[in-house]
């Protein structure tokens, strides 16, 4: 909940471009990014928006079958993502020489106090579609064809988990730096193929490790809010209750849009919307810039064998 | 003890099913389809209310082999838990288990949860909600046949804001919906299931015509901005013709009560 | 102007009209929100706008609102309040039924302390009331501090429909006993 004063408060100061914590309406927040601190997981990043947002992302590579097997009658939770990609079995059928992404934003119960429980699985469940979507399929970037290991039967699968530690505002963004983060940090075993007397066998050499291909054509997200006549980026807390309308817009390095997406409760006139995709466009290419050099970074602190900060990261501000 | 964190291999192992070239392309050419329709049309819509004899309002809608109903409860009072000053929509959308090609089970899967959010996003600020404190609007969406998943939820929304309509909710609006499917850079308006197996992208978009106001986008595929604009463009005109259909149905519906009264 | 509209349709120019059910305004235009007929009102008083309105072409589920008078029955009472299910708003009868509590510093408007609630309403009894706020979590909040307002049926003990007596007393016609309750004045 929030006052009608606050609200005034904020969505004049919005009207002038002046926020509560001193940024203008497209001022991104500083963020913090580490990779690799999960050792157990083949992947991990970890995002902290000044001011409060914190995601963990942990991803874990298995082999699995390339088209899972569901009894559509023993529908149980657990299956329920391997089902939305039966969901586009459509797809599947020409896809037989692909690996999967399987996405699932959870979100830690200590997080948040705003929302109650029920909401929470909703935004849990309309992000996991949502990245789900995004990132299965061509315009992803993770090269999927290079998940397979044998066409038809066997491939990688990568598990994304996304954990909210913290609740500060544009989880979307946030979630999705972490992810693209987690992607440039995962390293899957090598496997290779043997043919031996008509029989396929592969060989998985944990030793050797490859990259993911693709990453970098992984997008970010760039959730804009309308707030009164205006829109903002990286709204906090109070100013996500005020706003009207949120725009998430998916930008990947080409400059090409990967996914759009409305939420919240109120109109956005067409004209608007149009601004707001161009804006969130730039706004999503200058993102990936700063993640890119952020990642370099990282890479060479892993190189030169230094330990992460951990997560006294949030703490050194 | 086993050792997790080795990644262990499948025991079995399997010839490769597919020889090369066995995944011949079909060139598919969005410009002929196969209803004859142009790109830059929408599939012919009927509609109708009252459909559903028990609900405060209903309504069905069909275009092509695309059917869909809705059933509008409501407004009743809130369950206690949930008290708030506006009103809830609570909306809820379902496959039937025929629909598709695939059997659906009748637990909701993630899919249509999610179509159930975007349901109640594309409605919500349509309603008019603060007139409705304290109580709970309920819409239930079928999905008889369906005919491309994006059409799908554009039919289902329509289709819910006529019966919202119906049931005499006041509506600033009646929202109408429409999907196109991206192929390379051409167009497509309302995409069949078969078309869509083509398709690079896809963007399902409902807006207020008479407000000129979008209440919910959602795109997905990697597609230019210009490309993306253009393809709002044409959705706002569809959506406008979509509810000049829908405007009709609901004045029909009132001659029929006058003049069988 | 007896048009048939639906909702969205833009009705007239904001200054022309006063806005009133079934419409709303938004800018500079008077747009109809439900789908039914528009009508043109005279005004209220001298000097005022025309009203427009738009009649619901069917029976809407009505739900009560401050101010609105209801109609219900009596299903639980005790010492503090009684509680009745809500099945009339106005005039027109809900499909659905909401629930309210008549407080006893509700039942009547003097004299509040000397109140009694089971002086006033028994289970059984059919309440009009007027809905005060919209209460809690629970139930609406309604009063019955008014002369029209009270009980307008009630049964005695031997199941006969009484009689009222006085603003505080019915009589069952066939055993002549006298019962307790909070009358509402009968509508001349």
């Known amino acids: 909940m929030i006052s009608v004063s606050e609200r005034d408060y904020i969505t004049k100061g919005v009207d002038v471009s002046i926020r509560a914590d001193g940024r203008s309406r497209l001022d991104f927040r500083e963020l913090v990014l580490e990779t690799g601190m999960i050792t157990q997981a083949s992947g991990s990043c970890r995002v902290t928006l000044d001011g409060g947002t914190d995601i963990l992302v942990g991803v874990k590579v298995e082999v699995g079958s390339i088209e899972p097997e569901v009894e559509a009658e023993e529908a149980d939770i657990l299956e329920d993502m391997e089902q939305m990609d039966q969901d586009d079995g459509i797809t599947m059928v020409k896809d037989k020489d692909r690996g999967r992404i399987i996405c699932n934003v959870e979100c830690s119960p200590s997080a948040t106090r705003i929302f109650e429980p029920r909401d929470i699985e909703d935004m849990c469940n309309e992000y996991s579609q949502f990245m789900n979507r995004v990132l299965n399929g061509s315009h992803g970037g993770v090269d999927l064809k290079a998940l397979c290991i044998i066409p038809g039967s066997t491939c990688w699968i990568l598990n994304i988990d996304v954990l909210v530690l913290d609740y500060g505002g544009n989880l979307l963004d946030a979630i999705f730096m972490a992810t693209r983060g987690a992607l440039h940090n995962t390293r899957i075993p090598r496997a290779t193929v043997e043919q031996s007397d008509g029989r396929v066998e592969f060989d998985i050499a944990d030793e050797e490790t490859e990259i993911i291909r693709g990453w970098e054509d992984v997008p970010l997200c760039v959730s804009l809010n309308k707030i009164g006549y205006r829109h903002i980026v990286d709204a906090a807390p109070l100013e996500e209750l005020c706003s009207s309308a949120r725009l998430t817009v998916a930008v990947n390095r080409r400059g090409n849009l990967c996914a759009l997406q409305k939420g919240g409760h109120g109109g956005i006139e067409p004209s608007l919307l149009a601004e707001m995709v161009q804006t969130a466009k730039q706004i999503g290419q200058t993102l990936l810039k700063r993640q890119d050099a952020a990642l370099r970074e990282e890479e060479e602190r892993i190189a030169a064998g230094k330990d992460p900060i951990g997560f006294g990261a949030a703490s050194r501000h | 003890m086993a050792d997790r964190k080795r990644v262990t291999g499948p025991e079995k192992s399997v010839v490769p099913l597919l020889e090369p070239g066995s995944l011949s392309a079909f060139t598919f050419d969005p410009e002929k389809r196969k209803d004859g329709r142009n790109i830059d049309r929408i599939r012919p819509v009927f509609m109708k209310t009252g459909v559903v004899r028990q609900a405060n309002g209903s309504a069905y809608l069909e275009a092509g082999k695309l059917k869909v109903a809705c059933g509008v409860y409501g407004p009743r009072q809130t369950a206690r838990s949930k008290i708030s000053s506006r009103g809830i929509l609570n909306c809820d959308f379902k496959f039937s288990p025929f629909s598709g090609g695939r059997r659906r089970a009748y637990i909701k899967d993630s899919q249509e949860k999610e179509y159930s959010l975007v349901l109640r996003q594309a409605l919500a600020p349509a309603v008019r909600l603060d007139l409705l404190p304290k109580s709970t609007v309920d819409v239930f969406v079928q999905v008889l046949e369906s005919d491309g998943s994006a059409a799908c939820l554009a039919a289902a929304i329509t289709c819910a804001a006529l019966a919202l309509a119906d049931a005499g909710i006041e509506m600033l609006d009646a929202v109408a919906a429409c999907a196109v499917g991206y192929f390379d850079s051409t167009i497509c308006l309302d995409p069949t299931d078969e078309e869509e197996t083509y398709q690079s992208g896809s963007l399902v978009l409902s807006y207020m015509p008479s407000l000129n106001e979008v209440t919910h986008v959602i795109q997905s595929g990697e597609i230019g901005t210009t490309t993306t604009i253009k393809a709002l463009e044409l959705c706002v005109d569809a959506c406008a013709q979509i509810q000049s259909v829908m405007q009709q149905t609901l004045a029909a519906t009132i001659k029929e009560k006058i003049n069988g009264a | ?188």
Request: aromatic content about 8%.
């Open chain 3, 1 to 188: 102007m007896n048009d048939i509209v639906t909702p969205g349709q833009r009705l007239a120019h904001a200054g022309d009209y006063k806005v009133s059910s079934g419409t709303y305004q938004k800018d500079d235009f008077i747009y109809a929100s439900v789908v039914g007929i528009s009508q043109i009102l005279p005004p209220e008083k001298e000097g005022e706008s025309p009203i427009i309105t738009v009649t619901r072409h069917k029976e809407f589920n009505p739900i009560p609102d401050v101010g609105s008078i209801v109609t219900g029955r009596i299903i639980r009472v005790n010492q503090f309040s009684a509680t009745m299910t809500i099945m009339v708003v106005g005039t027109a009868p809900c499909k659905e039924n909401f629930q309210g509590v008549i407080r006893v510093q509700d039942v009547r408007a003097t004299e509040r302390d000397k109140v009694q609630i089971y002086k006033s309403f028994r289970p059984g009894d059919v309440v009009r009331a007027e809905v005060v706020s919209l209460g809690d979590a629970r139930s609406y909040y309604l009063s019955t501090a008014k002369n029209e307002l009270g009980v307008i049926f009630a049964q005695s003990m031997a199941g006969y429909t009484m009689i009222p007596v006085s603003w505080e007393e019915m009589i069952c016609p066939k055993t002549k006993v006298v019962e307790h309750r909070k009358c509402a004045k009968p509508e001349s």
